[in-house]
């Protein structure tokens, strides 16, 4: 079993900064191949890619979107996983999902590629 608890979200304004957490525990986690990733699903639309990260961190990508402004991060010995967002806009509302997939791939950006999701946090970004 794995375990995913999202933290860090909330209400802020436009141009602010929020940094999100992800921890993760479990019999069955280890960060040892273990891909994870960032998605948000705004309402009435379908979850999306945010950012991913490989298992040693060395490699990242960030949907088009969010390229410049987001940073993901791990540090394994701690179990646990960061979103810093700079520049929030009002897109960026949305109920943002830490993710794991163990694999052979060091990169995965599609929310069906994924096997372990957290329950989510809420981001709302006001004008």
């Known amino acids: 079993q794995v375990q995913l608890v999202e933290s860090g979200g909330g209400l802020v304004q436009t141009g602010d900064s929020l940094k999100l957490s992800c921890a993760a525990s479990?019999?069955?986690?280890?960060?040892?191949?273990?891909?994870m990733g960032w998605f948000r699903q705004a309402p009435g639309k379908e979850r999306e890619f945010v950012a991913a990260?490989?298992?040693?961190?060395?490699?990242?990508s960030y949907a088009d979107s969010v390229k410049g402004r987001f940073t993901i991060s791990r540090v394994n010995a701690k179990n646990t996983l960061y979103l810093q967002m700079n520049t929030l806009n009002s897109e960026d509302t949305a109920v943002y999902y830490c993710?794991?997939?163990?694999?052979?791939?060091?990169?995965?950006?599609?929310?069906?590629?994924?096997?372990?999701w957290g329950k989510g946090t809420q981001v709302t970004v006001s004008s």
């Open positions: 990260i490989s298992w040693t961190g060395a490699e990242t």
């Open positions: 993710a794991a997939k163990r694999g052979q791939r060091s990169l995965y950006s599609e929310p069906n590629d994924m096997v372990y």
């Open positions: 479990g019999r069955d986690f280890s960060h040892f191949l273990m891909a």
